[in-house]
């Protein structure tokens, strides 16, 4: 695995946990804020890696999409175990990403999410009634190898941007572990 291969997969496993994507989205205010509880914050929202939604067609038939985000932070009432209806996707920068690919990736979402669809929930939040949400959200987020380019064109864009540090989050490496960070190869 690359270097930075490593580091996006490091980031996506890490705000996986809900607990973590809550300090994702203290980054950036607005989105901090839509979080319903943060007295319980593990059941205020659900983290989807790889999100994947069940697209409703007019003539009723029915098919499943995976959604070209990296993951979906969908808010749930505490008390009532129910979906609020704000829903954030977030879009970390892949390795060798260009900008106009981290856009093409958030305009086929909006695109999909214009249909009628219903979440396929993870099975730990199966209850939750997993209609579509009124309220969309995009995250973008950079890391330190993302080109200054993709910075300057989301505030360009005026679009919602966060970067994160893999430095903060690396996990301690164990004695007969080696850095896969470092590989003298590349």
């Not at 319980?40 to 038939?61: H, K, Y």
């Not at 209806?85 to 990403?97: A, D, K, S, T, Y």
Request: glycine share 2%; proline share 9%.
């Amino acid at each position: 695995m690359s270097n930075l291969q490593y580091r996006y997969d490091l980031l996506l496993s890490h705000y996986s946990n809900p607990l973590e994507a809550i300090s994702l989205l203290r980054e950036y205010r607005p989105y901090f804020e839509l979080i319903p509880s943060l007295r319980r914050p593990s059941d205020s929202l659900i983290s989807i890696p790889f999100p994947v939604v069940q697209l409703t067609q007019p003539n009723l038939t029915q098919s499943n999409l995976q959604l070209q985000c990296d993951l979906a932070l969908i808010m749930c009432d505490p008390d009532w175990k129910v979906k609020t209806g704000q829903e954030i996707f977030v879009f970390i920068h892949r390795p060798n990403e260009d900008y106009s690919a981290l856009l093409q990736r958030w305009r086929q979402v909006e695109v999909a999410l214009g249909e009628e669809y219903y979440w396929l929930l993870p099975w730990k939040h199966r209850n939750i009634i997993s209609d579509r949400g009124e309220h969309h959200y995009p995250l973008f987020v950079t890391l330190d190898y993302s080109p200054a380019r993709i910075t300057k064109g989301l505030e360009g864009a005026s679009l919602p941007h966060v970067r994160a540090s893999t430095l903060a989050i690396e996990p301690p490496l164990e004695e007969n572990q080696e850095d896969p960070i470092f590989d003298p190869t590349e």
